[in-house]
């Protein structure tokens, strides 16, 4: 690869090979000017047959923009590509004088193309003794000279952009000049074993396991502490399987041992209430999780399945049932605890109120405290839920015949 003087160097190379084998070809240009300004400054202040190279476009290489550099990196390590580019010129000629005659100009294009026909493929000697301390000849890549066609669309525009007259020209594509990235390159440590006791590669003949459904008990539409859900879907097992729980608000997620299905194909999981389990308060939070299930046989890597949603309700207690019409103050403590940055809203009737206050205790086994001040509320028994990162809280009783608003969800309003 080569250093940030490529592209100098690839024009200078340029002009002094036109400049060297022009007048060799044609002996009338032995006074030959070969310069390299922007097309409308070209003939300023020069009267003698001249060849004007400009480098008027710089292109990214598609080819190489992707690819490793050959010797740089091994398979499995990487570094950056190298800056691939692909130069555009474009060379107008004129004649001597103030005549400036078509047919010296004419004979002075036709030896710089016959020039670049000839040599189209720089030399690294050339490009060495262009420009001091450029590298453009050590690349991996050979610098190629091409004929660019142009349409008259195409030289129109140029040359409206040069802001110039036309003048009969030719189009040439330099390709490729890599310039090497100064990014670290990362090259990790060869293998010494392929997984424990140096096994290798581990091949399963079963399938993992594939849940298709999550059915909540009583149909509802979240899951409380101290309920069970059903799992439905392939390749269940219980035999070396967890059921993993995971959240955005918990630090790591939940494993826990499922339960045999009462069908073919299901699984039970039981999210154990703070009765059974005295750290519940704190092990979970209200909210959205994902549920998987993950085979972990002996010896062999684990299997995970597809995730189905899951939406773990709140669980509230009221700090008073009645109250007079008005300003009413709302006391009430919520399990699971709700963790920081947690959005949290009180739905009071059919009305959204956030929080005046909200606190977890020191002790991790006790709730999380809200207090909500609701205003001006006439009198009638109003139904309350908690709604915390999108997932209410459950404000029906199911142990009569019917299902009917729990009376301790509701404050009544004299």
């Not at 999550?214 to 859900?229: H, K, M, S, V, W």
């Amino acid at each position: 690869m080569s250093n940030v003087l490529a592209i100098a160097a690839a024009t200078r190379t340029l002009r002094n090979l036109l400049l060297a084998q022009m007048p060799a070809l044609d002996t009338e240009l032995s006074d030959l000017e070969v310069t390299l300004q922007p097309p409308d400054l070209a003939r300023k202040g020069i009267s003698k047959a001249q060849l004007n190279l400009f480098l008027y476009q710089v292109v990214g290489n598609a080819a190489w923009s992707n690819l490793d550099m050959p010797g740089r990196v091994r398979p499995g390590e990487s570094a950056p590509p190298a800056l691939a580019l692909n130069l555009h010129y474009l060379i107008t000629a004129w004649g001597r004088g103030e005549s400036d005659s078509e047919a010296l100009s004419h004979r002075v294009l036709a030896a710089a193309m016959s020039t670049l026909h000839d040599r189209a493929v720089l030399d690294g000697n050339d490009i060495r003794n262009a420009l001091p301390d450029n590298d453009l000849a050590a690349q991996v890549e050979r610098v190629r000279i091409t004929l660019l066609p142009q349409s008259i669309e195409e030289l129109s525009k140029l040359w409206t952009a040069f802001q110039t007259n036309y003048r009969v020209s030719a189009a040439y594509e330099a390709t490729v000049v890599l310039i090497d990235s100064q990014a670290a390159a990362r090259a990790p440590l060869p293998v010494l074993r392929r997984g424990p006791q140096d096994r290798g590669v581990i091949a399963t003949a079963g399938a993992a396991p594939v849940l298709d459904t999550l059915t909540y008990p009583r149909a509802q539409t979240a899951l409380r502490l101290g309920e069970n859900i059903v799992l439905g879907g392939r390749q269940l097992s219980t035999d070396h399987a967890l059921v993993r729980l995971s959240s955005l608000r918990l630090d790591t997620p939940v494993d826990l041992p499922p339960l045999a299905g009462d069908a073919a194909g299901t699984l039970g999981v039981r999210l154990a209430d703070t009765v059974e389990d005295t750290d519940a308060a704190a092990r979970w939070a209200p909210g959205i999780y994902t549920v998987a299930l993950l085979l972990q046989p002996p010896g062999l890597p684990p299997l995970l399945s597809n995730e189905l949603p899951l939406v773990l309700a709140p669980t509230i207690t009221l700090g008073a049932l009645a109250a007079a019409a008005g300003d009413i103050a709302v006391n009430l403590t919520c399990l699971p605890r709700i963790r920081d940055g947690q959005r949290v809203y009180l739905l009071f009737g059919d009305r959204l109120v956030t929080p005046q206050s909200m606190s977890n205790p020191a002790d991790a086994h006790q709730p999380t405290a809200l207090a909500f001040q609701v205003p001006a509320v006439s009198a009638g028994t109003y139904t309350l839920r908690l709604r915390v990162d999108g997932a209410d809280s459950i404000p029906v009783d199911y142990s009569g015949s019917v299902p009917a608003f729990a009376a301790n969800q509701q404050v009544v309003v004299t």
